[in-house]
């Protein structure tokens, strides 16, 4: 299957601080990328749609302007999480499909914990 | 109403088990199907597409009621090692947006 990287793979942060977590498609272009937050033993959550060359479509309840995503190329997704507070401690995972193709890949996942 | 609904389970079974799970869709619109298998702590990793007349990958069968919009994953003959929760996964047609089912939970015993 298709490879999908995410760095770092864990970031401990203080309270007030941002982070940057970069989403890379190895193998394979991708003109959508997706990121999902995951709490412990919860479901994945969609967050936002991250498209090539144009503004991300973020869900309902998600704040774009504390979770900014670009997607500056056909490989490489980028999410900042700003202002981190506690409560934003996740597991945070981007996938993306093939351009073309029905399957999504999933990169590794980054766990954030903010102190 | 949930896009995509899941027993969480847990499911615990003996080894050499078969068991199934159900998955139900409330959009008709859905078009694509899937099961993925996600560890503890580990993301996602896609075990099987389902199609409309079933399909089987060895001791995986998946089928797709369209009619009474669910997808089912069976599991023959279980292993230790399919211990996992077990996510399904429908996107609609012609949208790359996943919509993911909250899991369930399986724990085989030895």
């Known amino acids: 299957g298709a490879v999908v990287s995410q760095h770092p793979s864990w970031v401990i942060c203080k309270s007030g601080t941002s982070v940057k977590i970069e989403c890379r498609s190895l193998d394979f272009q991708a003109t959508t990328m997706f990121w999902y937050r995951q709490f412990p033993k919860q479901s994945l959550m969609l967050m936002a749609t991250?498209?090539?060359?144009?503004?991300?479509?973020?869900e309902q309840g998600v704040e774009k302007d504390k979770f900014l995503i670009n997607h500056a190329s056909l490989t490489l997704s980028t999410l900042t999480v700003t202002s981190a507070h506690p409560e934003d401690s996740s597991f945070y995972i981007c996938?993306?499909?093939?351009?073309?193709?029905?399957?999504?890949?999933f990169g590794p996942g980054t766990r954030l914990t903010v102190t | 109403r949930k896009e995509v609904e899941q027993d969480p389970g847990p499911f615990n079974v003996p080894e050499g088990a078969t068991v199934a799970f159900n998955c139900t869709y409330s959009n008709s619109a859905s078009q694509s199907f899937f099961w993925y298998r996600q560890d503890c702590r580990k993301e996602p990793k896609l075990l099987m597409s389902v199609y409309s007349s079933g399909n089987e990958d060895g001791r995986f069968t998946a089928q797709l009621n369209r009619a009474s919009q669910y997808i089912s994953l069976l599991i023959r003959d279980s292993k230790l090692s399919d211990s996992a929760t077990y996510l399904c996964?429908?996107?609609?047609?012609?949208?790359?947006?996943?919509?993911f089912g909250s899991g369930t939970k399986l724990n085989v015993k030895p």
């Open positions: 996964a429908v996107r609609r047609n012609g949208f790359n947006k996943f919509y």
């Open positions: 996938s993306a499909p093939p351009t073309g193709g029905n399957e999504q890949y």
């Open positions: 991250s498209n090539e060359g144009s503004k991300a479509t973020y």
